[in-house]
């Protein structure tokens, strides 16, 4: 399954627009022909509030890119790229009135820094205490169409603050921390019975385009007492977290199929390390009818956005957390916070809205004749 951007329209007030409804106005305005518009309109660069407004219309009668860009006198290219950076990237629509506001922030940004204003700072300030990192606030100012400073501004604020006793950077992933090369540590080990190295794997896991190819890991709570079982789909980032007792096999297929098997006909595959704790991996693929992989030893590259997930995971357990503690009100309570975390892979939308999209998509198909 792929991921299309889906133009749709929301229908807009009258009264909250000063634009006529398609009832009253005079569409030769907005649809002249471009051979017969003057030189000065068709060589405009941009569009204008009443052409986003025609393009709205047209696209709600089902007129095509080239149809739309003929008829208001601009290049089939134009009509594309205004698609492009203009629609509601939360759920594919086109908007005129959002189209509109979000170009106008963009002339105004356009060859100078924006101020980093109160307002800004309340902002990230607000959504740094949401789990949001500096880059994902940037990317869903992108989204959402509001001003907001780069993501280095926001870094450099951050540290300032911190010089002069601040509490910001508590908020942030690493708090400050370099990173280590992971490929240092070992993953504890163990002999496997009847392992499927990856490279049996079907290459379209590799594409990312469906959803159902899993990668799956453990994070382990203070002195090895307790762990959680994370997984992650590839195509969405979805993630299911599960609460163990132990390390051991046992517990971790048990939780592993208790998590999947509402979804357990959309899955194709999962691939983990080679962790002793995977021991009984045909258990799980029996139960689930899918087929199980492990990666090559000492490369975690192979299945990087779990590894990454679990950096996630980090941020609202970190290590040395006495796992005794946590109930799986809190393991869900963290589940549903990254599902709902946008993600820049993800064009800086969430795996749940991106799942929602998947959904309807399917629903069309269904239901196309």
Known sequence: MQRNCRFEIISVSREENSLPCSTDWDKSVYFTPSNLLPKSVVKMKHLTREQRYGISLMLQEGKSRKDIAKAIGVSTSTISRELRKNCDMRNGTYNYDLAQRKYETRL?????????????????????????????????????????VSHETMYRWIWEDKRKKGTLYQYLRRKGKKYNKRGNSLAGRGYIPNRVDIEERPAIVDLKERFGDLEIDTVIGSNHKGALVTINDRLTSKVWIRKLS??????????????LQPIKDLIHTITADNGKEFAKHQEIAEKLEISFYFCKPFHSWERGANENMNGLIRQYIPKGTDFSGITDEFVSWVEDKLNNRPR??????????????LEFDCICKLNSP
């Open 344 to 357: 820049k892979r993800l064009g800086y939308l969430t795996p749940n809205l991106i799942i929602n999209q």
């Open 108 to 148: 105004k940004l356009r060859g100078r820094k924006p101020v980093f204003t109160k307002e800004m700072k309340d902002t990230v300030v607000s959504l740094l205490e949401e789990g949001y990192s500096p880059e994902q606030i940037k990317g869903r100012s992108n989204v959402e169409g509001f001003a907001m």
């Open 246 to 259: 132990g390390k051991d096999a046992a517990p971790l297929a048990l939780k592993t199929i208790e998590a």
